[in-house]
């Protein structure tokens, strides 16, 4: 089952009588349907572009954060050939919630780091909602270095609400790891290309996304703070969003 967003209520209504017809159709095949069927398929398209071409910002970010939205593994299967994960940060442990590795994207060598939310509630916790702790960071860090050391260009999918706020991650040193990965995306002569494919947050998002080259998908975000937490900050409020 597609799963519909609130301003998409009259695009959900359309494409259930859709299914309907077809569903009937296929019981019964001498009824009249493909008339109508084609009409509602139309005025469903029409509703789908007239609704996307007037988001408001909200909207977008609903998108953005839209539980079907394509994620980091996605890409690289789609993208990437001989993808090949590395893992931990050499430091403390691994970090799910940042994966990166060597693969071929277009017939060449490329080093891919990203954030990932995962896809269904074993996922997502798994990889705590794309929000990556320290040893994400140094994790990406220790990646970028590699990537340097062979001469190999970064390519970075970025899609988190931020960094996590927790207070292991903070006693850990969350800050100075998003700082280092930051300077380390400066400091790397290989040419580093970012790409925000859902939502990109503060500095968790910064952290892997300061890049020769910065690209954003269509209906996806980029922000200095979550929307969520510019409220607190404003109204102490987080439901005005």
Not at 81 to 86: A, G, S
Request: charged share 25%; aromatic share 6%.
């Amino acid at each position: 089952m597609r799963t519909y967003l609130d301003f998409e209520k009259p695009i959900a209504e359309l494409e259930s009588k859709v299914a309907e017809l077809k569903a009937l159709s296929n019981e019964d095949a001498s009824v009249p349907i493909a008339e109508e069927l084609s009409r509602l398929e139309s005025k469903a398209r029409e509703a789908l572009e007239e609704t996307y071409a007037e988001l408001t910002p909200w909207q977008k970010t609903q998108v953005a954060r839209h539980p079907e939205r394509p994620h980091f593994k996605h890409y690289v299967e789609g993208l990437v050939e001989d993808f090949t994960p590395l893992a931990g940060d050499r430091y403390f442990a691994e970090d799910e919630a940042i994966i990166g590795g060597i693969g071929r994207l277009a017939g060449r060598s490329v080093m891919i780091v990203g954030h990932e939310k995962g896809s269904d509630t074993e996922g997502r916790i798994k990889h705590n909602f794309g929000m990556a702790r320290p040893e994400g960071y140094r994790k990406a860090v220790r990646l970028m270095e590699m990537a340097e050391r062979f001469q190999i260009p970064v390519v970075t999918l970025v899609d988190t609400a931020g960094a996590y706020p927790g207070i292991g991650a903070e006693e850990r040193g969350q800050a100075e790891a998003i700082a280092r990965s930051t300077d380390s995306c400066m400091r790397v002569t290989v040419p580093i290309v970012s790409v925000i494919i859902g939502e990109g947050g503060s500095g968790g998002a910064v952290a892997i996304a300061t890049a020769n080259r910065i690209y954003m998908l269509e209906h996806s975000i980029y922000t200095v703070a979550s929307p969520e937490a510019a409220a607190s900050i404003l109204w102490r409020d987080s439901t005005r969003a």
